[in-house]
């Protein structure tokens, strides 16, 4: 099914409020646009289109990195409020449309009473949006838009690039800032090396999904979710280097935490970035500077 014809699939009988977006990470502009929609909403059924990957990547074929797997993504939306969510891929058909078709669609399709976006959102191969004539064309189909001031972050939109950068960079109170939660990763716990466990401090490798933007490589200060309860933990993201490693692993060492988790899906949310990898010259080394992560981590001491 090509991605227009999703949305007769999702054909709505009830007016609608509509918005649109990649909505990657639901930052606080998403957040605030998500809100809006809601208090705005009244009798009309609110819908959010949210593209699987970013338009701009896919016109400049920038096969960039997201921060939440789409599951995920849908899940915040959903405790925000907003039940209705059509995911679709922006392929060439969508980007050969002008603004007045893929509204007409909508209208038709979704029944759209209301289109809520972000003030300098342009739709269209034409580019149409608030200051451009957006206004004129809803209203040819008795439609409206509200349009959302964008949140900022002191002086500048907050933008998922910007929190992507402030994830790789390892600036995890930046990028929590910005997205109004805690940046978390998820997977699965999987075997590795076992060189925490020869160490003293037993770690959960997980597997961890590539196509997701991951902090720097560095130790950090983390909470980790098992079975619906939340510890304290470190986690390592490199190369392992004391020991030659080769491979990247996520491996989180959750203190005070003794049970069997290999196989079991794992969330490791990040608080704070406390160094970077580190080759030391011999094993005592290193164990003394991970004691004094976990020290750091516990009582804020290391």
Known sequence: MNSLEIFNKHKEAKPSI?????FDGIHEGHTSLLTNMINHKNNLIPIVISFNKSPKDIINKNNSKMIFELNEKKKIIQEIGIEKIIDIDFNQEIQELNCKDFIEILKYSLNMEVLILGEDTLLGK???GYQNGLIEILNS???????????????SKISSS??????????????NLLLGRKFFIKGKVIEGAKIGASLGYPTANIQYNDDLVIPK????????HVDGETYLSATSIGHNPTFNGSEKTIETFIIDF????????????FLEFIRDQIKFNDVESLKKRMSDDINYIVIGKG
């Open 217 to 224: 490589d560095g130790v950090y200060k983390t909470e980790t």
């Open 141 to 155: 189909f008795g439609s409206k838009l509200i349009p959302i001031p964008n949140k900022k972050d002191i002086k």
């Open 162 to 175: 910007q929190i992507k950068k402030s994830i790789s960079d390892g600036d995890i109170e930046k990028a």
């Open 18 to 22: 509509v918005t649109i977006g990649t």
């Open 126 to 128: 034409d580019r149409k």
């Open 258 to 269: 003794e049970e069997d988790i290999y196989n079991k899906d794992i969330k490791v949310s």
